[in-house]
T-cell receptor
Framework: QKEVEQNSGPLSVPEGAIASLNCTYS??????FFWYRQYSGKSPELIMF????GDKEDGRFTAQLNKASQYVSLLIRDSQPSDSATYLC????????????FGQGTTLQVKP | ETGVTQTPRHLVMGMTNKKSLKCEQH?????MYWYKQSAKKPLELMFV???????ENNSVPSRFSPECPNSSHLFLHLHTLQPEDSALYLC?????????????FGPGTRLTVT
């Protein structure tokens, strides 16, 4: 059974700091990863997709993938209170089925 | 309308009722999904449709019955549900079911079974 693990938190950081969210996965063959943000009472919103090893940057967000260690991270620079949400990591189960395995999510609290 | 829409947004039903959830996507995508999100549990995939064909059925009880009449519409028919079925039901769509095809979610239906 493929698994995706995230620390449920809450992770609390002060405004302006870097928030680091981690996700580990069990299937060494996994090739791509998604990060979603979910505000309380809302649906998940896609914020990042990463396929290759290394870093991918999009604005204040950086996704880091380390396939050898089987983890993917999301860094949020200059954290804002509006970044307070649950961040979900998702891994495709296999090719061509569209099935994603989600972690339980990490709740981030950014304190003003 | 833009993106993925779902109706109703809230639903309360008794265990003997029959109801349906509706999802519509305005993105021109070919794949649609039903997910269940319960408190303290990861998002669980229920069904995947690609070009109106069901390609994934994730061991979902038969009291949940999906229907995909075309690539823009997806329904989830509910009957004789249990209280543990109370959850947020999310619809999503993607261009294809290929790895890397981004899934976009609708706002969800908050279902309460009494």
């Amino acid at each position: 059974q493929k698994e995706v693990e995230q620390n449920s938190g809450p992770l609390s950081v002060p405004e302006g700091a870097i928030a680091s969210l981690n996700c580990t996965y069990s299937d060494r063959g996994s090739q791509s990863f998604f990060w979603y943000r979910q505000y309380s009472g809302k649906s998940p919103e896609l914020i990042m997709f990463i396929y290759s090893n290394g870093d991918k940057e999009d604005g204040r967000f950086t996704a880091q993938l380390n396939k050898a260690s089987q983890y993917v991270s999301l860094l949020i620079r200059d954290s804002q209170p509006s970044d307070s949400a649950t961040y979900l990591c998702a891994v495709p189960f296999s090719s061509n089925t569209g099935k994603l395995i989600f972690g339980q999510g990490t709740t981030l609290q950014v304190k003003p | 309308e833009t993106g993925v829409t779902q109706t109703p947004r809230h639903l309360v039903m008794g265990m003997t009722n029959k109801k349906s959830l509706k999802c519509e996507q305005h993105l021109g995508h070919n794949a649609m999904y039903w997910y269940k999100q319960s408190a303290k549990k990861p998002l669980e995939l229920m069904f995947v449709y690609s070009l109106e064909e069901r390609v994934e059925n994730n061991s979902v009880p038969s009291r949940f019955s999906p229907e995909c009449p075309n690539s823009s519409h997806l329904f989830l028919h509910l009957h004789t549900l249990q209280p543990e079925d109370s959850a947020l039901y999310l619809c999503a769509s993607s261009r294809t079911t290929q790895v890397g095809s981004e899934q976009y979610f609708g706002p969800g239906t908050r279902l309460t079974v009494t």
